[in-house]
């Protein structure tokens, strides 16, 4: 009896597991070992050299023209940048979310049915297009620019291709992954701890501040990883709204395994880049269980 | 074994979880109904009726003992297998059909022509009086009006026996009551025997054949609620089961039981040693100081309406209920003395 | 005095509404402008829709994309109801399970896509429709999943008891009253992995081979080439069947159980 029901189990599992190892868990274990290897000449990947870490070393100092390792900024100023505008993204994109989903958990059943069904919207249309969107508000023989160099007096105002322009793109992209998750966390909310800390004579700001926002902690943390992880990953949005100054990780890797052809190294990026947000969750999750027990 | 009985239950037992959790829910039990009996299973919140009922039914399979219906093995047949039909709690209407069709639901499973199938619907239908809603949805029905359906569609296909785990729980008293002549009725014209749950013992003694009261797994004590009620056997069951007096004392070698700070009552057969005798607040009687086996004080005296209920203190410092249907009876005064008069008939002795 | 209300948060709320749909809402303005310059606008036309009707680009990238997004979702709604069936009762590994299970939702897309590619093209797979289908299936397995399972978890045992009880066998309860319970969180499921699916553009960006372009990639090296009112329609068009879909799927979500 128990016998039969854990196999039966096994056979529903296997398709969905069979999938996801075969076309997640081995093409990233394959990554893996590619990351060690080295391009061959045709622009392919050399499967018979011995695997090193050149292509990590690569990342950080490259030879000169007498043989030395020199440092080489290239790599690090665009880790540096994703990391920073993932970083900047997912502070806008709080600052923004949580008074909507504060707000949304206080409105009606049919008001937050519907503000719901507006936020969640965004979430599922097309990245690409969103994005183009705002390529459209920005460019150069816009009306947005040309208002705007109307009101600035000293010179022509550039809004496109630069790290802003790449900050709204993102914060655009990932907002309503940040609300989503706040929102959840108020929807659940108990008023009445806010009635007593008025009651317990404070003011509306002062409990918004001591009570609200740590019980909102998870969903902070939460939407803050939903947010961050995928703005790390961002291809779409620094190619469109970006220039040359902007890469990022995600225009690294593509320009490796496109144009520059050097896979090998892509798959370095690609798993420094895991690497990455592997450390961020595991902090989050230490640092979550650090607060847990109480 | 005989066919006698419609279900037949022995030294079943069953645990949840496994190794150091393991919990025992049901240890040992034994019971076997008879045809065309109500039966009930009476108990507190979490004594393993529910489980009973589901070993029963089949949704969970005995880790020991068999489970008989109409003579047939049935302990490891699985739940379609069994001539047996649930109400549930919940009643678990399939939403996404209409009324008509979940009272059909069963008899299609078995293969009826569709013309059968709707003539025996609505024959159910009829027998609860909910065939003008044949066509609606479950959740376009009131609760009383769900639990009807529920009814009609479990006695649809005539099942051998019917499970019912506290069918009324969720009605309101006045529905309930008018239900519970409802469902008595109903087992008497459909001739199907009823295994029925319950936690309310007024509803057990007014409706049942015969009442198991049940307790952390075992059953304590079985048969008719008259018996269940005046002859107790066990101190839990005497207190579970409407207002009863307890009173500490002690059997003498010579037979007769003697209270507390007080005289001997004359009831026979109790080994000697600490006993604990009771009595129901009816079968007590006030009588002149000194004139019964104890005096007690007054403390406090309730009109109910149709009775008198007197609270008195023991010279040991229980309290004592009399229930007093002669409202005409001499009352005496608040905080005044007066002498317990405790029928040696209506005593029940168990040992402590 | 409401509680739950907090000053400016109703103002920050609609500058942020309006932060998330003017963008949307001019890119469809546009699209019916008929002057070829962003910049002026002449008057309102379906010119450009009927452009981008005629041109034979897009309607290959169109047919390729809702081949493969109503393969893959097909696909991965299958494989997800059984694992949600299978997930439905503790069992040891169940965590590791649902781990794995969301695994595509929480990897950055563009790793797993090169990921895949470099699988591919080291296996001498040949890119295009079939490698497409296979990476989308994948990825879109926890997007059916999910609405499944919470289907599932809203769902009282209790109904597929009585159907037992009532002489349903294991398949037949499973058909008759499992399954019609089940379907909105299906047919939810399904609508979320197929727009997932037809929204992709990364993992199709490195996949598609020759001749199959999907209308996502078709997009990028357009907008690549220069800004064109063709784009600011079909940009239009998929927007508005994204918003169709999901606004299908919420009201599945919320049909009452
Ligand atoms: N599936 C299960 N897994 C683990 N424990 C269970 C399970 N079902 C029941 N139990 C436990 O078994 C005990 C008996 O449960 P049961 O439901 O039979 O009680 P009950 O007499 O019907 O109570 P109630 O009047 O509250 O319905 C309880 O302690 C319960 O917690
Ligand atoms: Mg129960």
Redesign the interface.
Known sequence: ?MQSAAVRQLVLLLPALGVIVLLIGVPLGLMGWVSLLEKSASAGVDWQASPGAGNYLRLVWEEDFDGRMILNPTYLVIFLRSVLQAAVTTLLCLVLGLPVALWMAGLTRTGRMVMLLLVTIPFWTNLLVRNYAWLIILREDGWTTAVLNRLWPFGPVQLLYNDAAVAIGLTYSFLPFMILPLYSVFEKFDWRLIEAALDLGATRRRALRRVVLPLALPGIVAGSLLVFIPCLGAFVTPALLGGGKTAMLGNVIQAQFGPARNWPFGAAVSIVLLAIMLAVMTAMALWRSRRAPR | MTDAHAVTIETVSKSFGRGQSAVRVLDNVSVAIGRREFFTLLGPSGCGKTTLLRLI???E?ADGGTIRIEGADLTKA???HRP???V?Q?Y?????LTVEQNVG??LE??GLPREEVRRRAGEALEMVRMQAFARRRP?ELSGGQQQRVALA??LA?RPKVLLLDEPLSALDLKLRKAMQIELKQLQAEAGITFVFVTHDQEEALTLSDRVAVMQGGRILQMGPPRSIYEAPTHRFVADFIGDINLIEAEALAGGGVRLAGGGVVPVPGATPGRVTLAIRPERARMVAPGAGVVDATLVHSAFLGTAMLHKLELPDGGSFLIREADLSAPMPERGGRVGLCLPAEALQVMQA | MNLRRFPVMREISIAVLVFLYVPVIVLTVYSFNANRTATVWTHASFDWYLRILANPSIRAATWNSIVLAGTSATAATLIALLAALATRRAFPGRDTTETLLRLPLILPEIVVAVATLLLFVSLGVSLGLGAMIAAHTAFCIPFAYLPIRARLDGM?G??E?????????RF?TFR??TM??LWPGVMAGFTLAFVTSLDDFLTSFFLSGPGTTTLPVYIFSAIRAGITPEINAISTVMLVISILLVSLSFFLGQL??
């Open positions: 009896m | 039914a089949g949704f399979t699985p739940p379609f047996v039909n649930t549930f919940s678990a209407l399939f939403p996404h639901f069963a499973e078995q959740s569609r479990a296909p | 009282s209790s109904y008891e009585a159907a037992q009880d009532l002489y349903a066998d037949r008759r009253v019609p319970l009452r159980r």
